[in-house]
Structure formats: structure tokens, C-alpha cells
């Protein structure tokens, strides 16, 4: 024996009003905004000088990717994307050695100072000839 069973028009509406409800309602709880920082990152600002003077165009990476910026007159900068703890920013300027600096938890703001890099060249110019080119024979 079968039996039917009759959902009237208003019961179904019902149904999907609870539903909807409760689907598409935010939930809301407490979060622990150390832990958030750490999986989602933050943003870096930072300044750039020569001990004394702030460096433009100081080249500001992400070791390991493709993502930098560089800094302005003042030296200052800010980080394209968040970044999160543990990741390593380089420093690059030409006539200065690259520096890093590794983000820690409490790292909102960075302070470098770069240092000339010494750069000795070996040997001298021969200049007892003149140079002579050789001529093409045709």
C-alpha cells in the first residue's frame, strides 16, 4: 500500500526562508589577530638610507619571486602585497651590497642602512701600443 504524502505550496516556501536564512547569514566570532597576521599577511613600509642620507631607487624584492617595488626621494617604501612571517626582503642599489631582512611577528616597519661595497680591480691598461685593426681582405 502506498502512501502519498501532500507538501502544501506555503510549507516549501517556508523551508527554502530558512534556508535562506541561515545560509547566507555571516557568521561573526572572536579571532586572534597575531595568528590572522601570520596566514595572511601584512603590510611593510620602510625607509632606505646610506647611514646618512636616504637612497631613491633602492631595489626592494621578495627573495624567491618576481614582486618588488622601489623606493622614492625620501627613501621610503611600502610593499606591493602582504607579506606574511618568515619571508626575506632583499635590498639592491648599485655601488651598495645587497641586503636582507627576514619579516618577524612584530615586524611593522624597516629601518636599513646599506654599505658601499668595495669593489677591487686587478691589473692595468697596456698602453705601450697603439691599436691597429686588421684589415679585411676582399
Same mark, same amino acid.
Given at each position: 500500500?502506498?502512501?502519498? *504524502?501532500?507538501?502544501?505550496?506555503?510549507?516549501?516556501?517556508?523551508?527554502?526562508?530558512?534556508?535562506?536564512?541561515?545560509?547566507?547569514?555571516?557568521?561573526?566570532? #572572536?579571532?586572534?589577530?597575531? @595568528?590572522? =597576521?601570520?596566514?595572511? $599577511?601584512?603590510?611593510?613600509?620602510?625607509?632606505?638610507?646610506?647611514?646618512?642620507?636616504?637612497? #631613491?631607487?633602492?631595489? *626592494?624584492?621578495?627573495?624567491?619571486? %618576481?614582486?618588488?617595488? *622601489?623606493?622614492?626621494?625620501?627613501?621610503?617604501?611600502?610593499?606591493?602585497?602582504?607579506?606574511?612571517?618568515?619571508?626575506?626582503?632583499?635590498? @639592491?642599489?648599485? $655601488?651598495?651590497?645587497?641586503? =636582507?631582512?627576514?619579516?618577524?611577528?612584530?615586524?611593522?616597519?624597516?629601518?636599513? +642602512?646599506?654599505? =658601499? +661595497?668595495?669593489? +677591487?680591480?686587478?691589473?692595468?691598461?697596456?698602453?705601450?701600443?697603439?691599436?691597429?685593426?686588421?684589415?679585411? %681582405?676582399?
Amino acid at each position: 500500500m502506498k502512501t502519498q *504524502v501532500k507538501i502544501s505550496n506555503k510549507a516549501i516556501f517556508m523551508f527554502f526562508m530558512l534556508i535562506g536564512l541561515v545560509g547566507f547569514t555571516p557568521l561573526q566570532a #572572536q579571532n586572534d589577530n597575531s @595568528s590572522a =597576521e601570520a596566514t595572511q $599577511g601584512k603590510t611593510i613600509k620602510g625607509i632606505v638610507t646610506d647611514g646618512t642620507n636616504p637612497l #631613491q631607487d633602492v631595489n *626592494v624584492t621578495l627573495k624567491g619571486f %618576481k614582486v618588488g617595488t *622601489v623606493t622614492n626621494e625620501k627613501g621610503e617604501f611600502t610593499f606591493p602585497r602582504p607579506l606574511r612571517v618568515g619571508e626575506v626582503l632583499q635590498f @639592491s642599489y648599485l $655601488g651598495f651590497a645587497t641586503k =636582507e631582512a627576514k619579516i618577524k611577528a612584530d615586524t611593522n616597519f624597516i629601518r636599513m +642602512e646599506m654599505s =658601499e +661595497e668595495v669593489i +677591487e680591480v686587478m691589473g692595468s691598461l697596456n698602453t705601450n701600443k697603439r691599436y691597429k685593426s686588421k684589415k679585411r %681582405k676582399q
